[in-house]
């Protein structure tokens, strides 16, 4: 076992702490020095917050949950803080590498889980009276958990933030197996717990949304700080290195879903839901993330598979009223929205750029209308396609619950299977086709057309095929998706559900698989769980749009090519305004 | 049949003068910073319902009565309303980005076109349904008498001839100022005006205030023409104007007006003899915009043949 890590910084006798400038300057530079005390208090601090009560009384809408009106307890988000604030301190006594960065991450986790929770307190409880202290008892849970989490913050990033390290252990094989196992295992709670932290959410659940964000900001906070450590560096490398088993574990850990706490009728439905847009916007990625094609009116092929198997799955109201077995519908959606893409892109042989965008646009109204027209009695316009029937192999309907022994899987945990086969069928046609000949070609068209071009790239048909195969997956998708919500409408696939597919690819990170999943996966969780913001969901929507194109354009996970093309043009960027003349002039 | 076909025409026009006052504001900001604004259609629906906000909450009933007071002034708020959120707009989430990849500020502009369409939404007191608006010019119905007569309404004279003369007036103003010959050099290369001693910023910033004014007045016109307004307004009149920006030129004033009006003939001719009718004739235009941009990009009135990455 060798361990070829840098030589931790820490190690250094006593490096000089950093000089900071710019705002807040002075405070950072009076911490610098004492930055891990200062960090430890923090931790300290939030671990205190988290045993204070945080709230006073029973809130308007019932008890605040996990107990936060009593002091000392070890459920919910107190647990959360209490962790994240044991690990800063465990973390800023040992001096591990990159310690300042970890504990800035921890700093942003135990930030975020009082700030949310003491928002809710205070806005859904009646006021800051809920908040702070009445009647003799002390709730300051959340003003010193907030507190504890902006030292953290503030030692972490006036210690100096090290680069991240970079670990590369060799292990012997076996044990480098059981470690992708165990990490993919503990993805998998993790994943089922956020999945179902706060439960359903509605009337029933008022404080769901807060409790599920806190669990979000905690994770997260978690995550970014194994990911300061290297630590996630080192898992990627590990799944890198053995691809095929990575994925066959992957694979075989999201088919064990239903067997967690997420194991319900409620939480499979959301999942399969999940699923059809991460698909979707998987095949999005090959004409956007890919060739660099934008489209907004993708969902359209959503709709066109969706449109077409439901018209072959014999419900009563399609007019052709043939029923085809399941497969085969699947093969025929995917074919027909691949010639509609294949229609959709021709335009790209004449038509470049953000011109390109508004013709997709285009096509995709042209659906739209004509599907809520009802065009050629195929889509059943404002009546939409009811009552599809179930997928049904034999005798067995894919929306039963089944009984192995006395293992008992709630309905629809069938649909959850296929979609997750589909899903890795998706990642699996992205990922070859990524390091395909094709692929490549692709890239270097989105890169610079002419020159991809000139290196004999045929690029009229190759674009073409870029539209041919995104759409014939979202086709597959679409497919899926009419049989599982057995109700297909031209409401579904309207403009915005376009730009929520494209933000999901965006905010993801363009051109990655993990991107695309990820991405899809919280633009359609968060509007589950955050039932009672439905007002202002699109309003944050565009918002976030915005803010993540200002700074982050590449996305969660940024891909590697990606982000050196989405990089300021050096020369423009010359200083703007009534400054002085610039030096150079662009040519 | 005369009759029918040419208030269909007049219809045309109409609503062709209203999209041309949106495109000119399209053409415009295309022609100075090469951005395809899509929010540029929520301005004009922002506009509108800043003109109903001074209407209904504003002005006292003695001027609201009285149109010579109540249109001159409503058009004013409407457009500073409309200003005011398109300068904001360009500051900060446009102006961040103008070095940025060509996919940033589009995807931007896409965000702020949902979020204003969502702020219009949840913050206006009933904004969720359509809103009736006032008739702020003359009531009534001119029947001009060609065949069986050719009804159009008082409103629709005034939309026509106001797009008109502001259209003309902007390209006077492009083409005849100071600040006009700015815009032309800093739309031909920024650096180069900057060198020159024009302040690009400036010239920007202008550009998206003049672009909102004339949004904000199409808005008021708008609701005061079809007399009820909503949040969809923006989004489908804005690809409208931005079809008779491409149609035109873009970049191009006249241009503009022209695609507008065409695009205005289209849909009401198409929707009176084309097959499907009326719910189609969103059909159409689309059809028209892509057929455009496949065959000829560079529109009626562009000279090159734009290259573009």
């Known amino acids: 076992m060798s361990a070829t890590t840098e030589a931790p910084p820490a190690a250094v006798a006593a490096p000089a702490p950093p000089r900071h400038t710019g705002r807040l300057a002075g405070l950072m530079n009076a911490v610098a020095p004492r930055a891990r005390l200062v960090a430890i208090v923090g931790g300290i601090l939030a671990i205190v917050g988290s045993q204070l009560p945080w709230a006073t009384f029973v809130l308007n809408e019932g008890a605040y949950p996990e107990l936060a009106t009593l002091p000392l307890g070890f459920t919910g988000f107190r647990l959360h803080l209490v962790v994240l604030g044991l690990a800063t301190i465990v973390v800023a006594v040992l001096r591990v590498p990159a310690v300042h960065r970890i504990v800035r991450a921890l700093g942003i986790g135990a930030t975020a889980v009082a700030v949310i929770n003491g928002l809710y307190i205070t806005a859904e409880g009646g006021g800051l009276g809920a908040i702070t202290a009445s009647d003799g008892a002390v709730a300051f849970g959340a003003v010193v958990a907030l507190i504890g989490g902006v030292l953290i913050i503030l030692a972490g990033a006036a210690g100096g933030v090290e680069p991240r390290p970079e670990l590369d252990w060799a292990l012997p094989l076996w044990i480098e197996w059981i470690l992708l196992v165990v990490i993919f295992v503990l993805m998998l709670l993790v994943v089922a717990a956020g999945l179902t932290s706060g439960g359903q959410g509605g009337v029933v659940n008022p404080y769901s949304g807060a409790v599920f964000l806190s669990f979000l900001g905690a994770a997260g906070g978690a995550f970014a700080a194994l990911n300061a450590s290297g630590l996630l560096g080192y898992v990627a490398t590990l799944s890198e290195r053995h691809r095929v088993f990575s994925v066959i574990v992957l694979l075989v850990v999201a088919l064990g879903l239903p067997l967690t706490s997420a194991g319900t009728e409620y939480w499979m439905t959301v999942a399969s839901n999940i699923g059809v847009y991460a698909a979707t916007a998987i095949g999005l990625n090959i004409v956007v993330g890919l060739a660099g094609l934008l489209d907004l009116g993708y969902v359209a092929f959503l709709g066109i598979g969706a449109f077409v198997a439901a018209n072959l799955s014999g419900a009563a109201a399609s007019t052709i009223g043939i029923h085809l077995p399941f497969l085969l519908v699947m093969v025929i959606s995917a074919v027909v929205a691949g010639i509609f893409g294949a229609i959709v892109g021709s335009p790209t042989l004449r038509v470049r750029g953000d011109y390109l965008a508004i013709v997709t646009l285009a096509f995709g109204e042209i659906f739209v209308r004509s599907a809520q027209n009802n065009i050629g009695g195929l889509t059943g316009g404002a009546n939409a396609i009811p009552n599809i029937p179930a997928v049904a192999v034999g005798g067995f309907k894919f929306n039963d619950s089944i009984t192995i022994g006395a293992l008992r899987l709630p309905s629809g945990v069938m649909y959850y299977v296929l979609i997750v086969l589909l899903v890795a069928g998706v990642m699996l046609v992205f990922g070859n086709l990524k390091n395909s000949r094709l692929g490549r070609a692709w890239i270097a068209i989105r890169e610079d057309e002419d020159a991809a071009a000139a290196m004999g790239i045929r690029t009229g048909p190759i674009k073409i095929l870029a539209f041919l195969l995104g759409a014939m997956l979202a086709g597959l998708a679409g497919a899926f998706f009419a049989h599982k919500t057995g109700v297909v409408a031209y409401d579904s696939f309207r403009f915005l559900e376009s730009v929520t597919l494209l933000a999901a690819v965006i905010l993801g990170g363009m051109g990655t698989i993990p991107g695309a999943v990820l991405g899809a996966s919280i633009l359609f969780v968060l509007p589950e769980k955050l039932r009672e913001f439905s007002d202002y969901r699109l309003l944050i929507f565009g918002l976030a749009l915005v803010l993540i194109m200002r700074f982050r354009p590449q996305g969660i996970v940024a891909d590697k090519h990606r982000k050196a093309e989405l990089a300021e043009i050096p020369e423009d960027a010359a200083k703007e305004g009534p400054g002085p003349l610039p030096t150079s002039v662009a040519p | ?309």
């Open chain 2, 1 to 309: 049949m005369l009759s029918t076909f040419l208030s269909q025409i007049a219809n045309g026009l109409v609503l062709g003068s209203l999209i041309a006052l949106i495109a000119l504001g399209y053409t415009m900001v295309y022609g100075i910073i090469t951005l395809i604004n899509f929010a540029h259609g929520e301005i004009f629906m922002v506009g509108a319902y800043g003109g109903l906000a001074s209407m209904t909450y504003l002005l006292p009933t003695v001027i609201t009565q009285r149109w010579y007071f109540a249109l001159p002034i409503v058009l004013v708020v409407g457009a500073l309303v409309s200003i005011l959120v398109a300068v904001a707009m360009e500051r900060f989430a446009y102006r961040p980005l103008r070095n940025a990849p060509r996919l940033a500020p589009l995807i931007t502009a896409l965000g702020v076109s949902v979020a204003l369409q969502e702020a219009v939404r949840v913050f206006y007191p009933g904004a969720t349904a359509a809103i009736p608006f006032p008739d702020l010019f003359i009531q009534g119905t001119l029947i001009i008498p060609i065949g069986d007569g050719v009804p159009i309404r008082y409103t629709g004279i005034l939309l026509i001839v106001l797009s008109l003369v502001l259209a003309f007036g902007l390209e006077r103003f492009v083409e005849r100022t100071r600040m006009g010959r700015a815009m032309r050099a800093t739309s031909q290369d920024r650096d180069v005006a900057r060198l020159m001693g024009i302040n690009p910023d400036r010239v920007i910033v202008l550009t998206f205030a003049i672009g909102g004014a004339l949004a904000g007045i199409a808005g008021v016109l708008y609701g005061s023409y079809l007399n009820n307004i909503n949040i969809d307004m923006g989004f489908q009149n804005g690809i409208f104007a931005f079809t008779a920006a491409v149609l035109g030129g873009i970049g191009n004033i006249r241009g503009a007006v022209i695609g507008g009006l065409v695009i205005g003939l289209v849909k009401a001719l198409g929707g009176q003899y084309l097959p499907g009718g009326t719910a189609y004739d969103y059909v159409w235009i689309f059809v028209v915009l892509i057929i455009v941009l496949v065959f000829r990009p560079q529109g009626f009135f562009g000279e090159t043949e734009r290259v573009r990455a």
